[in-house]
């Protein structure tokens, strides 16, 4: 059930990135081992950079969008070249949608409640958002009452120094914001940030 089981299951949200830089930052997290990258809709001129991203690096990642909200916009992304749909929120025609065109779906969810509303849907995993609300132990609970092969994305607040407590209380993954880029970071910066989490990452042997 795992999306892109070959790659490390750390999703770079690009959020605020701008067309001109986001080819030299998706290059540079790529050929540092984070291979899963999203641009926010919300971003300036997102579909643009998503375009750009999947054609110049296509076959060496895996794209898509992040605050994906109307089936328009998933049919918009899958035009510019992503695979991923990525929310904070469930929807329905958005989920419709994304399983109409073959595309893998992250709904966000907070509750047990809500993890349940998107298992109704064809999902490739769930996406906990804000991971610093729910924290580990949060995570922990909810595991406790999911089926057990549903892979969970832990997003915000997520680093380094606290990969291992995630994956402990049952995370299969991360979505990684600022700590991998924040608006204005070169490649180089964003590069440097990629080599720690990349090998913080390798370290928990998953």
Avoid at 70 to 83: K, M, Y
Avoid at 110 to 124: D, I, Q, R, Y
Wanted: aromatic share 6%; net charge negative.
């Amino acid at each position: 059930m795992t999306f892109a089981p070959d790659a490390r299951q750390m999703v770079a949200i690009l959020r605020g990135i701008t067309p001109k830089d986001a080819v030299a930052v998706a290059n540079a997290l790529i050929e540092e081992g984070v291979t899963l990258i999203e641009v926010p809709l919300n971003s300036p001129d997102a579909l643009t950079s998503i375009a750009d991203i999947a054609t110049s690096l296509a076959g060496r990642g895996h794209f898509g969008a992040g605050t994906v909200l109307t089936a328009e916009a998933v049919i918009q992304v899958r035009d510019a070249g992503g695979e991923m749909i990525v929310a904070a929120n469930i929807d329905a025609e958005v989920a419709q949608a994304t399983a109409d065109l073959g595309l893998a779906y992250f709904p966000g969810v907070f509750t047990p409640s809500e993890c349940f509303a998107a298992l109704k849907f064809p999902v490739a995993g769930l996406k906990l958002f804000p991971g610093t609300l729910a924290g580990p132990e949060g995570l922990k609970a909810i595991k406790a009452v999911l089926p057990p092969q549903v892979p969970i994305l832990a997003v915000g607040g997520v680093g380094p120094d606290n990969f291992a407590s995630w994956v402990k209380a049952g995370a299969s993954g991360f979505g990684i914001g600022t700590a991998l880029y924040a608006p204005g970071d070169s490649a180089d910066t964003v590069r440097a940030k990629a080599k720690t989490m990349v090998a913080a990452y390798d370290a928990l042997g998953l």
